[in-house]
Every structure is written in structure tokens, then in C-alpha cells.
């Protein structure tokens, strides 16, 4: 296990992570101050020139002798993310090897995505050639969540690297001992510290953000994503603020119930709920929703959070989020909700039993903000049409669900959401070509596929004349004739428009 101090030895300058299951310290590490991170940035920069001025095949060849490494170690990350975060060993692999899968997609394709390329220069330009290419920003700085701390996290870091770029890492203050191992293996097999990390608490993430990075790409809650985006508004730093979810799940009455009732169970369950596009809302067509309801109580009952070692929910990661979970299922009762599984006492002292919750008013705070815990609130709809009003109602916007046999897409389309996934449940986050963000209070901007590769990078527009204009328009030569021709050109290209 890495700690970069015997654990327990904690001092003004370290903090201790602990694991959540038993509240043991796993790890004791720094407390980055603005100088240390100052610093990290300043190394990140002279390592990024040399990073960034390497082929796409280069870098893919570096990037792929981590990739070799991280997944021959996989049993090792795992460990230490169980440790940290409580969460079961299998879900941990599982984690794991969807960022490796990630890691290689964006090492593979950023060649192909992001290298310079013809484009048409239209008529008016026809002498031009007119190419782009996505030119890397610099250094990224990357403020990492407890709940994915791989996954997530690597969202960023993979593509932010494949596309150029070094990084400087902070890792949420309970998960520090998986960002520090991701650097270790990275500097085991890259020879220039292109990706670095830094450890602390909230402090060094702002010091971070007003670091003069090029760009932060943020994993949390939307209040802290705020704060992200007014500290980097300062040195006017852009930002990708990946925030949370209140996801629904859709449940026409044509769908397979059973793989509805399983999408669900895990969607709300997995990771013990801790998951920014878990599924936290199900709506259910009022002629199915008797049977939906019996059977997904009937499997949800099989599920126990506990510390043992087959269990397969761990315990909530991070303390104050318990007062929230009971908070919200206070809530939904106090409005007329009931709890047809579990219920505030479901919420002990490290671990929350699964919770489902029926006629939960809408305004409820059970619907409204991200619970990040087992529960979900299941609601009768008379139709597709209101199960998509108040899916689309919430403030959130990440990702979603619709089971149905014929009008999934029919239902998907009118989401205003990032991501859907039909028949089945964040099956959108293990596909490495697309694209994984939200809308409103989930954020903007996009980590995966080609969107994620782009998001660090600009555009670097170019024209290159390749003979003399037919009209010269550039100039101060210019001639009433020709102004006399650009007119004719506009009104045959685009006169007829509209009629
Ligand atoms: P936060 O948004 O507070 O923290 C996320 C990351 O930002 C952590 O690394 C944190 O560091 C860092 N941070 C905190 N303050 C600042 C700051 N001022 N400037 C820069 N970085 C900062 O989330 P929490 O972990 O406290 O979780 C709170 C809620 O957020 C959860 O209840 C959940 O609803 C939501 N959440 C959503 C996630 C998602 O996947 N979208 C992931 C995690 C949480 P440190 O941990 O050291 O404070």
C-alpha cells in the first residue's frame, strides 16, 4: 500500500485518509500549500513543452507502456481503492478497468482526432486552404472526486495527456493514496513528470485553480463547482465542471420488467449509491408500476451494506453525506412519502441500508437535490409524456435511463439530459468513443470520446493562399468592381434563402 508517511504520523502539514468501513487510517499524506503547488505547476510546464512537442505516436507509445503497467498492477489499485473508499473489491477491478479501457481509446485515437486537417474554405475563400488542428492548452489541473477516484478522475487525466497536455492532479482528501500510486506508476514508465499530484484538502484545490493552469477540470458537487469557476474566472482559466446528478429512470409500460427491476436495483444501489449518474428517480407507467414496484422491493431486499468481506454494498465513503441521505428521506415522509423499504433508520453510522421511497412529492427534497446514497423514490406516471416533464424538471441534467421494448428512442430524444441509456443503465460510461457531461446544475463541458479529447485543446485555425483571389477583398486595392462582384456572388449564393 503507498502512504508517503507511516500512517498515524499526522502533523500540521500531512493529513490522515481513513478507511470508511472501519474509520482505520490507511494513509497520512501532505497538505499541498499554494507554493507547493505553485511548484508542481512550474515542473508541470517545462515537462508539458517537451510532452507536447512529441508525435501523437509518440505520446500513444508512452501512454500505452502505462496503460501495460497499470493493468499488470490492477490488484494493487484496487486494493488501495477499497481501503480508501470502502466500496467492494469486484466493483473496484471493475472500475479499474474501465479507466484503462479509457486510457488506451484516448491514447489511440487523439492522433486522429486532434491532428491538423483539410477543411472546405467555401467560395468566397476559394483560393484559401483552410485546415485546423487542436492544439494542446498546457498544463491541466485536475480536482478529482472520492467516490470514482480512478475512473473519474481519468476521465480527464487520459484524455488531457493523449491530447498534449501535462496534468496536476488533486485527488479528493479521502481518496489521496490512489492519485498518489496513478503518479508513481506513471513516473515508473515516463520519464518527465508530465503527470504530477498533489495532495490536501479544499485549501490546495483552490491553490490549484489560481494556479495559472491552463485550464481545471473539476469532478464534485455543483456549490463547489461554483467556487472552482469564480477562483479561475480571476486569471480568466477556463473550466469543465463535471457536477452532480439526480438521475431518473423511465419505465414504459411495454418494457421488460425484469431488466427494468435489475437496471434499477443496481443503478440505485451500486456503489452504495454514490454515484454522479446513479439512478435516484424511477417513473413508472401507471399500468406496469404495481408489478415494477413488488419486484424491484422483492430484489432491493436481498441487499445488505455491510462490512463483510462478500457484501456487495460498502459503507457511505464520506460521513457528512450520511446527514443528507437521512435528511432527504426525513423529507419525502414528512411530505407524505413512504418508505416501502428501509426508512430513516436505514442510515446508521457508517453504513445506509438500502431505501425505496413511493408518493414522494415532487418538490420533495428526495427528488429535488443529489441524495448520493442507496434510496430511490419510485412514482406512477399515466404516460411517457410526464414521465419526460418530470425527468426534465430537475435542476440536474446528467444522465438518465428509459426501458421500453419500441419507443426508447422515441422517449431518449425528448431528454434534456447528457446521457440515456435504453435498456439498460450508465452503459454510456464504458463506451470510450462517446462523450460524458451534463446540462444546467450537472455542468458543462465533456470528458470520453472525441468531445474529451477536444475539451483540452484549442483550435488553431489556418489559411494558406493558394493563388491570387478571383475578387481581392483583404485590401485596401480593393475596387468598387469588385465589391460590385462580392454582391453578385452573396445574392446567387444566398439570395433565394427562404423563399
Ligand atoms: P466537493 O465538491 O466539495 O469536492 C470535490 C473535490 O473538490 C475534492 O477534491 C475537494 O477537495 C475539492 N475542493 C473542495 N473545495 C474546493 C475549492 N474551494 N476549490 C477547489 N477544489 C475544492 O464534493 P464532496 O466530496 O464534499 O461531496 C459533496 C457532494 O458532491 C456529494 O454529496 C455529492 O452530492 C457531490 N459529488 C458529486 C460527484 C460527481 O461525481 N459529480 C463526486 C463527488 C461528490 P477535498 O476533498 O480535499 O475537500
Redesign the pocket.
Known amino acids: 500500500m503507498t502512504i508517503t508517511e507511516p500512517a498515524g504520523t499526522r502533523t500540521a502539514s500531512t493529513f490522515d485518509s481513513l478507511n470508511p468501513r472501519t474509520g482505520a487510517v490507511v494513509g497520512t499524506h501532505p497538505i499541498a500549500s499554494a507554493a507547493d503547488v505553485e511548484a508542481a505547476v512550474a515542473r508541470a510546464r517545462t515537462a508539458a513543452a517537451w510532452w507536447g512537442a512529441l508525435t501523437f505516436a509518440e505520446r500513444k507509445t508512452r501512454l500505452n507502456a502505462w496503460k501495460g503497467h497499470l493493468t499488470r498492477k490492477i490488484g494493487e489499485l484496487a486494493e488501495i481503492m477499497e481501503a480508501e473508499t470502502g466500496k467492494p473489491h469486484g466493483d473496484a477491478m471493475l472500475e479499474c478497468a474501465l479507466a484503462i479501457d479509457h486510457l488506451s481509446w484516448a491514447a489511440g485515437h487523439a492522433g486522429k482526432v486532434l491532428k491538423r486537417r483539410k477543411v472546405p474554405s467555401g467560395l468566397v475563400m476559394a483560393n484559401q486552404k483552410a485546415t485546423v488542428e487542436f492544439a494542446p492548452l498546457g498544463v491541466i489541473g485536475v ?6 477516484p480512478v475512473f ?1 478522475p481519468m476521465g480527464s487525466i487520459a484524455y488531457a495527456l493523449a491530447a498534449g497536455n501535462a496534468v496536476v492532479f ?5 481518496t489521496p493514496g490512489v492519485g498518489i500510486w496513478l503518479a508513481q506508476t506513471f513516473a515508473e514508465v515516463i520519464e518527465k513528470p508530465v503527470f504530477q499530484v498533489v495532495t ?7 491553490a ?2 489560481r494556479s495559472g493552469v491552463n485550464k481545471v477540470a ?4 455543483t ?3 461554483k ?2 469557476m469564480a ?1 479561475a474566472s480571476e486569471t480568466l482559466t477556463p473550466v469543465l465542471i ?4 439526480k438521475d431518473a429512470l423511465i419505465v414504459d409500460a411495454d418494457a421488460d420488467i425484469e431488466a427494468a427491476v435489475d437496471g434499477a436495483v443496481w443503478g440505485a444501489n451500486a456503489n452504495a449509491g ?3 449518474a446513479g439512478v435516484e428517480r424511477v417513473y413508472v407507467h401507471e399500468r406496469v408500476y404495481d408489478d415494477f414496484l413488488t419486484q424491484v422491493v422483492a430484489r432491493t431486499k436481498e441487499l445488505h451494506a455491510t462490512n463483510d468481506a462478500g457484501a456487495k454494498i460498502g459503507p457511505i465513503t ?1 460521513p ?2 450520511l446527514a ?1 441521505i437521512r435528511r432527504h428521506i426525513d423529507d419525502a415522509i414528512a411530505h407524505g412519502g413512504k418508505a416501502v423499504l428501509g426508512g430513516p433508520d436505514s442510515v446508521g453510522e457508517r453504513f445506509v441500508q438500502p431505501t425505496i421511497l413511493v408518493d414522494v412529492p415532487e418538490d420533495s427534497s428526495a427528488v429535488t437535490e ?1 441524495t ?1 446514497g442507496p434510496t430511490m423514490t419510485v412514482t406512477k406516471v399515466k404516460d411517457m409524456d410526464e414521465a419526460v416533464a418530470l425527468t426534465n424538471a430537475s435542476r440536474y441534467a446528467l444522465g438518465s435511463s428509459v426501458f421500453s421494448k419500441r419507443n426508447g428512442m422515441k422517449i431518449a430524444e425528448q431528454l434534456r439530459v447528457g446521457m440515456t441509456a435504453i435498456n439498460g443503465v450508465i452503459t454510456f460510461a464504458g463506451v470510450p468513443s462517446l462523450p460524458f457531461g451534463g446540462v444546467g446544475d450537472s455542468g458543462f463541458g465533456r470528458i470520453h470520446g472525441p468531445e474529451g479529447l477536444k475539451e483540452f485543446t484549442y483550435a488553431h485555425a489556418i489559411t494558406n493562399q493558394r493563388m491570387k483571389p478571383l475578387i481581392a477583398l483583404t485590401t485596401f486595392q480593393r475596387t468598387e468592381k469588385a465589391e460590385e462582384q462580392l454582391g453578385k456572388m452573396i445574392t446567387m449564393l444566398h439570395g433565394r434563402g427562404g423563399k
Do not use: H
Open positions: 480536482i478529482g472526486p472520492w467516490n470514482y473519474t488533486k485527488p479528493s482528501e479521502y490536501g484538502m479544499g485549501d490546495t484545490g483552490a490549484l485553480c473539476f469532478t464534485g458537487s456549490a463547489t463547482g467556487r472552482v477562483a463535471e457536477a452532480g446528478g454514490q454515484t454522479c464520506m457528512s453525506q443528507i443529489e448520493f
